[in-house]
Protein backbone atom coordinates (compact mmCIF):
# COMPACT_ATOMS: atom_id res chain seq x y z
CA UNK A 1 0.00 0.00 0.00
CA UNK A 2 1.66 3.41 -1.17
CA UNK A 3 2.59 5.75 1.70
CA UNK A 4 2.83 9.55 2.32
CA UNK A 5 6.54 10.04 4.11
CA UNK A 6 7.26 13.29 5.34
CA UNK A 7 10.17 14.80 6.17
CA UNK A 8 11.97 18.47 7.28
CA UNK A 9 10.41 19.43 10.17
CA UNK A 10 12.55 20.44 13.38
CA UNK A 11 13.68 23.52 15.24
CA UNK A 12 14.04 26.83 14.00
CA UNK A 13 14.46 30.49 15.49
CA UNK A 14 12.32 32.96 14.64
CA UNK A 15 12.21 34.56 10.95
CA UNK A 16 13.80 31.45 9.59
CA UNK A 17 13.26 29.23 6.96
CA UNK A 18 12.39 25.35 6.58
CA UNK A 19 11.41 23.05 3.51
CA UNK A 20 8.99 20.20 4.20
CA UNK A 21 8.99 17.26 2.00
CA UNK A 22 5.71 14.79 1.50
CA UNK A 23 7.08 12.30 -1.01
CA UNK A 24 4.74 9.11 -1.74
CA UNK A 25 6.32 5.75 -1.19
CA UNK A 26 5.96 4.68 -4.74
CA UNK A 27 6.83 6.52 -7.29
CA UNK A 28 4.32 4.99 -10.34
CA UNK A 29 1.98 7.61 -8.45
CA UNK A 30 1.46 11.83 -9.40
CA UNK A 31 0.44 14.14 -6.64
CA UNK A 32 -3.26 15.22 -8.52
CA UNK A 33 -3.90 17.78 -5.64
CA UNK A 34 -2.57 17.95 -2.04
CA UNK A 35 -2.82 19.89 0.92
CA UNK A 36 -0.88 21.08 4.10
CA UNK A 37 -2.43 21.03 7.53
CA UNK A 38 -1.03 21.96 11.17
CA UNK A 39 -2.04 21.24 14.50
CA UNK A 40 -1.02 23.41 17.28
CA UNK A 41 -1.26 22.34 20.70
CA UNK A 42 -4.93 22.61 21.80
CA UNK A 43 -6.45 23.43 18.41
CA UNK A 44 -8.39 22.18 15.34
CA UNK A 45 -6.12 21.21 12.47
CA UNK A 46 -6.24 23.78 10.28
CA UNK A 47 -5.74 23.91 6.30
CA UNK A 48 -2.63 25.67 5.69
CA UNK A 49 -2.33 25.52 1.80
CA UNK A 50 -3.05 23.32 -0.78
CA UNK A 51 -2.51 22.45 -4.25
CA UNK A 52 -6.14 22.07 -6.11
CA UNK A 53 -6.83 19.53 -8.91
CA UNK A 54 -7.40 22.12 -11.24
CA UNK A 55 -3.79 23.12 -10.18
CA UNK A 56 -5.03 26.02 -8.22
CA UNK A 57 -3.26 27.70 -5.21
CA UNK A 58 -4.78 28.61 -2.10
CA UNK A 59 -3.28 29.70 1.57
CA UNK A 60 -4.90 30.22 4.83
CA UNK A 61 -4.23 34.52 5.70
CA UNK A 62 -1.60 33.55 8.18
CA UNK A 63 0.74 32.21 6.17
CA UNK A 64 0.19 34.40 2.63
CA UNK A 65 3.30 35.52 0.96
CA UNK A 66 5.42 33.47 3.31
CA UNK A 67 4.78 30.07 2.86
CA UNK A 68 4.85 28.21 -0.85
CA UNK A 69 2.84 25.02 -2.09
CA UNK A 70 4.49 22.94 -4.87
CA UNK A 71 4.83 19.51 -6.51
CA UNK A 72 7.55 17.92 -8.30
CA UNK A 73 5.58 14.73 -9.94
CA UNK A 74 9.08 13.53 -11.47
CA UNK A 75 9.49 12.63 -7.87
CA UNK A 76 5.93 11.96 -7.03
CA UNK A 77 6.77 14.87 -4.05
CA UNK A 78 5.22 17.95 -2.33
CA UNK A 79 6.87 20.61 -0.87
CA UNK A 80 5.90 23.46 1.80
CA UNK A 81 8.17 26.08 1.80
CA UNK A 82 7.79 28.15 4.70
CA UNK A 83 9.69 31.38 5.62
CA UNK A 84 9.98 33.91 7.99
CA UNK A 85 8.87 32.13 10.69
CA UNK A 86 6.86 32.72 14.00
CA UNK A 87 6.58 30.98 16.86
CA UNK A 88 2.69 31.05 16.41
CA UNK A 89 3.94 28.48 13.29
CA UNK A 90 4.57 25.96 15.58
CA UNK A 91 3.07 23.10 15.40
CA UNK A 92 2.81 19.45 13.72
CA UNK A 93 2.47 19.49 9.95
CA UNK A 94 0.63 17.26 8.08
CA UNK A 95 -0.15 16.52 4.38
CA UNK A 96 -2.60 15.38 2.36
CA UNK A 97 -2.64 13.77 -0.80
CA UNK A 98 -4.68 12.35 -3.50
CA UNK A 99 -2.62 9.96 -5.42
CA UNK A 100 -3.27 8.52 -9.23
CA UNK A 101 -1.78 6.24 -10.98
CA UNK A 102 -2.35 3.59 -13.87
CA UNK A 103 -4.48 6.57 -15.99
CA UNK A 104 -6.61 6.77 -12.55
CA UNK A 105 -7.27 3.14 -11.93
CA UNK A 106 -5.29 3.88 -8.50
CA UNK A 107 -6.79 6.48 -7.22
CA UNK A 108 -7.18 7.50 -3.56
CA UNK A 109 -6.52 9.50 -0.57
CA UNK A 110 -3.33 9.92 1.77
CA UNK A 111 -1.76 11.31 4.70
CA UNK A 112 1.65 11.63 6.02
CA UNK A 113 2.66 10.62 9.31
CA UNK A 114 2.90 14.60 10.35
CA UNK A 115 6.45 16.13 11.05
CA UNK A 116 7.08 18.62 14.59
CA UNK A 117 8.22 22.47 13.45
CA UNK A 118 8.87 24.57 16.10
CA UNK A 119 10.08 28.16 16.48
CA UNK A 120 11.70 29.39 19.33
CA UNK A 121 14.70 31.62 20.38
Known amino acids: QVRLVESGGGLVQPGGSLRLSCAASETRFIIDGMGWYRQAPGKQRELVAEITTGGELNYAVSVKGRFTISRDNAKSTGYLQMNSLNPEDTAVYYC???????????????WGQGTQVTVSS
Open 96 to 110: NALLSANGGRDYGDY
